[in-house]
């Protein structure tokens, strides 16, 4: 498709040449202008339009990605997560984040946690269930306590599902407020609007 006016054919030209960066670069132009023109109640080609947006952005992410790009092996990641452009698979994420993690990549660690949470929801079996909530917590509790405000937010969430546990919702409080603090909108909101449980921003 036309490529997006955010970017431009010198660094398309580095893409086709490799350059991981610029691979990136063009994907991230791709992907804005996807979430731009999403009409989920408009006429059907604008809708494709989106979606052809996203499957593009797609094919230059797992170029960069495959070239160790850890931003975009984490988009990667974020595709599958929400099916963007292509149909969700929490498999395919997480064998993809797990690259990015085992860097150190906190994004990755974030963006695994809530892959986790998704397949913690769909489980039935009880030992499944425990394995995907401790995996999320550790990958939360690391990305949280170097700073990450998506991951302060996120492990707030999880305290908050402790609905009698009144220490577990001082935890979940402390933790939207230093995300807060750092100016994440979805914990402004969660402050703002009360201690609802929620597994999503």
Known sequence: SQLPAVTDNSVLELAIRNNRIAQFEVASAYQQRAFQNQYPDTVWWERDLGSRDYLE???WL???ATAGHLPA???VGVHYLEG???QKDFDQAAIWLQKAVEQGFVPAM???ARVQLKRMKIRSRQRYIDTYYRSAFQLLT???ESGDAAGQFWLGNLYNLSNQNSEKKIQAFHWWSLAA???FKPAITKLNSGTEDSLSP
């Open 62 to 64: 797992r170029k960069s």
């Open 181 to 183: 603090a750092q100016g």
């Open 73 to 75: 092996i984490n988009q």
């Open 84 to 86: 963007w452009g292509i």
């Open 110 to 112: 974030v963006t695994l």
């Open 142 to 144: 690391q990305a949280a």
């Open 57 to 59: 952005a797609l094919y």
